[in-house]
């Protein structure tokens, strides 16, 4: 059975700092792209985040870039240092896999999600 496990979401005080990890078991992920969405109560769920199976391809989002990194630690463990929180991350943070290329900011290029964890980023 596929399954990605997320880690270290918590509460947070606004300019603070919080890394997540994620966790893929089932089988090999090294030929897919890896990534992060969030939703915010009452929103849709968004792109945060990406990167390529090799590691060498970066996506963020407008709203993260310049304080959120993605990077890959092996073939099946992804993370995203957040620094500088601001309230307005606040949301439910997701992992997700998939071998479909594209802009890799979409959800439909992603085949597999984690359960989420949850980020609170308080002012």
């Known amino acids: 059975q596929v399954q990605l496990v997320e880690s270290g979401g918590g509460l947070v005080q606004a300019g603070g700092s919080l890394r997540l990890s994620c966790a893929g078991s089932?089988?090999?992920?090294?030929?897919?792209?890896m990534g992060w969405f969030r939703q915010a109560p009452g929103a849709e769920r968004e792109f945060v985040a990406a990167?390529?199976?090799?590691?060498?391809?970066r996506f963020y989002a407008n709203s993260v870039k310049g304080r959120f990194t993605i990077s890959r630690d092996n073939a099946n463990t992804v993370s995203l240092q957040m620094n500088s929180l601001k309230p307005e991350d606040t949301a439910v943070y997701y992992c997700?896999?998939?071998?479909?290329?594209?802009?890799?900011?979409?959800?439909?290029?992603?085949?597999?999600w984690g359960q989420g964890t949850q980020v609170t980023v308080s002012s």
């Open positions: 997700t896999a998939g071998r479909f290329g594209g802009t890799m900011t979409q959800r439909a290029e992603f085949d597999y």
């Open positions: 089932g089988r090999t992920f090294n030929n897919d792209n």
């Open positions: 990167i390529n199976w090799n590691g060498g391809i």
